[in-house]
């Protein structure tokens, strides 16, 4: 039984590591190899790399960035945000990365989807969700960071995306993504009850209890945490211990 | 101060082959990528990666005339490192979208990991850290790559299917589905790892450095 992971995530802008609230209104925080070797020792299951701005200038510099963490950083590393064809996600694997989590590009094509899952294994092909609420019990996925609307409900968004053969979802909350104040536990129930693909929970980590509560009541496989982290409000060595101490299993070497 | 060992990392045009050779450079390994059948004859030690689906690699490999080379190599008693799929096709045999010829260089065959119970942590694929036990009648560790391991140990995984490996070629095992599923082997200078050592933080760099040094 694998343990629940702990995923550092880090948006990257040009040359910086930067953090917003609802996807949007960056902060710069600092140099994003630096900050990614340090949660490496502090014992982040994954790196998550996204680059905000590819999807919307079309540019991707991000493989640099990769392939210097690589020299040092030996977990797992999925990259995200302008991914669009087959090509890209080769160079994105070839620079180092192990997944690729696509969503903007899916959602224009969803056939990239099994393509990318056919040429090079659904274990490396994350389907990337941005759901924000509309209603009760109904989310509605958007792109482009949480600015477009698709009109696709989430779920149902999610039940094809893993049909198409993703092998991993990464669910975001736009509504809570930045706020710390806890994930939208209702989401990832019922994304999670509707697929039997790993789930990664993403948005509103602002405590350890937080991430807990999408572990066992949201049932997650992994959390990803961005603010909480950068801000150093909780390492990700506390994040685990506090999981410990309520039985969840953890990977507790580093 | 002798050189670094050279490790060729064959290069079959699948896989994250970056990371591979990281982590060999990581522990003072000199890596060499190659797609010739020459070189892996000729080289000191080898690591056989993989991702994908098993039939696709090996007709990979079959068509660089990589299969016959890796097979040659591994005839040599030189040591050679089989990573997650790299690990399964040193088998006989696989299932994995209908049946298909391994490189037989240990017995053995490969097949789905067993159906989990729904609603539960244990999902196929098996993506993530489990905890590497040793195992009875197995091959000791100590004289293993291994070497540097702890039994409870973490490693990243990321596999549909498992090895069913001669019994007394098994290295480890994590428990999945409630059973124990093959995680790495070893039979003499060969060795395989169904998780990636050079996604394993520390535990993986220790099991990369006992094959590129002390094996």
Redesign the interface.
């Known amino acids: ?5 702990v995923i550092a995530r880090l948006d990257v802008k040009g040359p910086n590591l930067v953090k917003g609230i609802h996807l949007e209104g960056l902060r710069v925080i600092g140099d994003p190899q630096a900050f990614a070797r340090r949660y ?1 020792a502090d014992g982040a ?1 994954e790196i998550l790399y996204v680059d905000i701005v590819a999807s919307l200038y079309g540019r991707n510099n991000i493989l640099e960035v990769v ?1 210097r963490t ?3 950083v ?3 590393m999925t990259v995200a945000g302008g991914l669009r064809a087959l090509d890209d996600v080769r160079d994105a ?6 997944k690729v989590a696509i969503n903007t590009a899916a959602m224009v094509r969803p056939e990239l989807i099994r393509e990318v899952s056919e040429a ?5 092909m994350v389907l990337s969700i941005q759901a924000k609420k509309i209603g009760p019990d109904r989310w509605e996925a958007y792109t482009d960071n949480g600015r477009e609307r698709t009109g696709r409900d989430a779920i149902e968004w999610a039940r094809r995306g893993v049909e198409l053969g993703a ?2 979802l990464l669910v975001t909350s736009v509504d809570r993504e930045g706020t710390q104040k806890g994930m939208d536990l209702d989401l990832l129930r019922r994304i999670t009850a509707a697929v ?3 789930v990664i929970a993403c948005g509103g980590v602002g405590t350890p209890e937080h991430a807990r509560q999408a572990l066992t009541e949201g049932g997650a ?2 959390v990803a945490v961005a603010s909480v982290l950068h801000y150093g409000k909780h390492g990700i060595g506390a994040l685990k211990a506090c999981l410990a101490q309520a039985a969840i299993p953890v ?4 | 101060m002798r050189s670094a060992p050279t490790i060729v990392v064959v290069d079959y045009g699948r896989g994250n082959l970056f990371s591979v050779c990281q982590a060999v450079a990581k522990v003072g390994g000199a890596p060499e990528l190659s797609a010739d059948p020459a070189v892996v004859r000729a080289a000191e030690r080898v690591i056989l990666p993989g991702v994908g689906a098993f039939g696709d690699a090996m007709e990979g490999l079959h068509a660089r005339g990589l299969d016959d080379a890796v097979k040659a190599f591994a005839a040599t008693g030189r040591p050679l490192l089989g990573v997650c799929l790299g690990m399964q096709l040193l088998l006989g045999a696989s299932t994995e979208f209908g049946d298909h010829e391994g490189l037989a260089i240990l017995p053995g065959h490969v097949d789905r990991l067993p159906t989990p119970v729904p609603g539960g942590r244990d999902k196929i694929p098996n993506v993530g850290w489990c905890r590497l036990e040793p195992v009875r009648d197995g091959v000791p560790w100590s004289e293993s790559i291994f070497r540097g391991v702890k039994p409870g140990d973490f490693a990243y995984f990321v596999h549909s299917y498992a090895a069913h490996p001669d019994p007394g070629h098994r290295l480890a095992d994590i428990e999945f589905a409630g059973a124990p599923a093959c995680a790495a082997i070893a039979a003499g200078p060969v060795a395989g790892c169904q998780f990636h050592p050079e996604k394993s933080g520390e535990v993986g760099l220790a099991i990369v450095d006992a094959f590129v040094n002390r094996l």
Do not use: H
């Not at chain 1, 990977?251 to 580093?254: E, F, G, I, P, Q």
């Open positions: 039984m694998p343990a629940a992971r490496y299951d392939r690589a020299e040092a030996f977990v797992p694997l070839r620079s180092g990365a192990d090079f294994g659904s274990q490396c092998g991993e039997d693909v790993p496989d992994a990977r507790t070497s580093a």
